[in-house]
């Protein structure tokens, strides 16, 4: 079963007898993933530490946005430099080692099947503050985000080291229910989102104007949240809908140049995605927004200060 792992990896990592068709593709990605993982390690971490100094933000909002944050500098910090270096190990006509191919696939299914599930669990969190504003604070309490969160770290771990011993279709399957029950979930999401904030909006307009302002207040801050996380999903979605498409080729068709190549590229458009969140943070989610504004205000005031 091992050798079989093995194998199915390394149709996307090609022996050296490829590298000369394949040397501008890894080049490129190797530089682009170098950049990459530094922005995914420093915006990650500045975006913790943000959310922390964010008091308007709920605080179960808050962990989640933590937790999505780690694991994409788990991606950065990790992921990307083995990935780099499985390049340059290529690029330099040394075959890879069953042991290395094992090392990078069991790191990135972590680190991606962590991201998936993050992003549907603040989907999930922003569907039930808007559809039960009024109960959200007794349904979604801290112990059970905190236990949600666990559960997802563990799932991942779990799932990821499973690969190891089922065979490759069925891991081709886990994978396909997975990222479809994501895309279909989050798209119910949204969709019923859009439906409930309708309702509300016809609800306010009925109102007395002295209690339409507290209200629409309220809801339009749910609701500024949960397009902001929208915005999330849907850059998730765009970056990783293609090393889904590429992967379900291989595994049905067997692999070829053109494929190993669009793999690459692919792989590197789902690293990215661990440096566009903390920029879709920053550019949607005001409370962030205005967070960081102040912070880079205060250390320029110091600046300041400290030359006079």
Known sequence: MKERFCEFYGQFFPSISDAEELYTSYLANCVFNHFLSFTAIVLNVVTIYVIRKTSSLPKTLKILLTSLAVSDVGVGLLVQPFYTSLLVRLLRQINLTCIEHKIYS?????????????????????????????????????????LVVISIWVFSLVRSFATLWL???????????????????????YW????????????????????QTEEMFHISNIL?????????????LLCYLPIGICQSAVTLYGSNHTLIKFYHYSMTLVFLNSSLNPVIYCWKMRD??????????RASLNKNRTSR
Do not use: P, W
């Open 288 to 297: 962030i927004r205005h967070t960081v504004l102040n912070i880079l205000r």
């Open 106 to 146: 069991l790191s990135a299914n972590v680190f991606c099947t962590l991201s998936l599930l993050n992003v549907l669990a603040v989907s999930v969190d922003r569907f039930l503050a808007v559809h039960f504003h009024l109960r959200y604070q007794e349904l979604v309490t801290h112990r059970r985000i905190i």
């Open 192 to 211: 019923r989102l859009y439906l409930t904030v309708r309702r509300h909006k016809n609800q306010i307009h009925g109102m007395q104007q002295s209690e």
């Open 167 to 189: 065979s490759n279709y069925v891991n081709f399957f886990i994978s396909i229910l997975l990222n479809a029950g994501g895309v279909i979930l989050t798209s119910t999401i």
């Open 224 to 236: 500024k949240t949960a397009v902001s996380v929208f915005y999330v999903c849907l850059v998730f």
